[in-house]
């Protein structure tokens, strides 16, 4: 906890590479939006000369808004990322950056105003879900003359358009907080007994609000811890970890680590650590 890599390449598989081509920055919202959204952020590269580079991400939980620019050739993207609960990878070439929103969980439904599930797994356009609004802040964050401007404009937007506190947003974000909080935790039935929810109440607040379900929450999440762990490269007893996140024994754990990251945990500790050399 506190590790400034951890903080900045959460989800971010084989960080330590990733730093070697990438930068990103995180930046806490202002008050006003901390209700809705987790923090913003700035992810920059620069491969002129250099072939292009292929990032895979662990997902969150969460809704990103985005907008991606390659400075020497103006291609520009402006989107809605809704929670992807499969593989996601993201190829950067050229020069460029990104611009983003991350929300917390249920904090995009009140600026929707539909189930989060409805875009999870889409990439709706920023103009296809703010209409005219939202494409003339793409205007401004794309003409911004660097990324603390861009994030400026794109802090003002959010802002303005900001909607009521909802209390059943800030219900989903308390319950996956807690999910994060207590690595132990593998079943939905634990999790309806330690919220007082029933399992059909707390999967009914999850599309609504979050976007998935609980049980890939929690997986998703331990699946996070395990990564994270690997990647500091000190020695992990994988045996000792399944137990601590609460798996019955390793091989279940190895085949879900396995099924998430592309690699079997020991494998993956070997490339993503310190030091390590990943093409």
């Not at 202002?30 to 920059?44: K, T």
């Not at 049980?215 to 007893?237: N, Q």
């Amino acid at each position: 906890m506190g590790d400034p890599l951890t903080e900045r390449m959460q989800g971010i598989l084989r960080p330590h590479t990733g730093l070697e081509l990438f930068q990103v920055e995180r930046t806490a919202p202002p008050p006003e939006l901390a209700p809705f959204v987790d923090f913003f952020w700035v992810l920059h590269w620069d491969l002129r000369g250099r072939p292009p580079h292929r990032q895979r991400v662990l997902t969150r939980p969460s809704v990103h808004m985005t907008f991606t620019s390659y400075l020497t050739g103006g291609t520009t993207r402006a989107r809605i990322v809704g929670v992807v609960k499969d593989e996601f990878t993201e190829e950067i070439f050229d020069e460029g950056r990104v611009v983003g929103a991350a929300f917390r969980p249920g904090g995009f439904r009140p600026f929707l105003g539909a189930p989060v599930a409805a875009i999870t797994g889409r990439f709706a356009g920023v103009g296809e879900v703010f209409g005219a609004a939202g494409r003339a802040l793409a205007e401004d964050v794309f003409a911004a003359a660097d990324a603390a401007e861009a994030l400026k404009r794109l802090e003002a937007f959010l802002a303005g358009a900001c909607p009521e506190p909802d209390a059943s947003a800030v219900r989903a974000a308390e319950i996956v907080e807690r999910i994060a909080a207590r690595p132990a935790l593998l079943r939905v039935d634990d999790l309806a007994e330690d919220t007082g929810m029933g399992k059909r109440s707390l999967q009914r607040l999850f599309h609504e609000y979050v976007g998935i379900g609980p049980k890939w929450v929690i997986r998703r999440f331990r699946m996070l811890e395990a990564a994270g762990r690997a990647a500091t490269g000190t020695g992990v007893d994988w045996a000792e970890l399944a137990v601590e996140l609460g798996y019955a024994d390793q091989a279940h754990f190895t085949r879900d680590f396995t099924a998430a990251v592309g690699t079997p945990p020991a494998r993956y500790a070997r490339e993503a650590g310190p030091g390590s050399i990943d093409a």
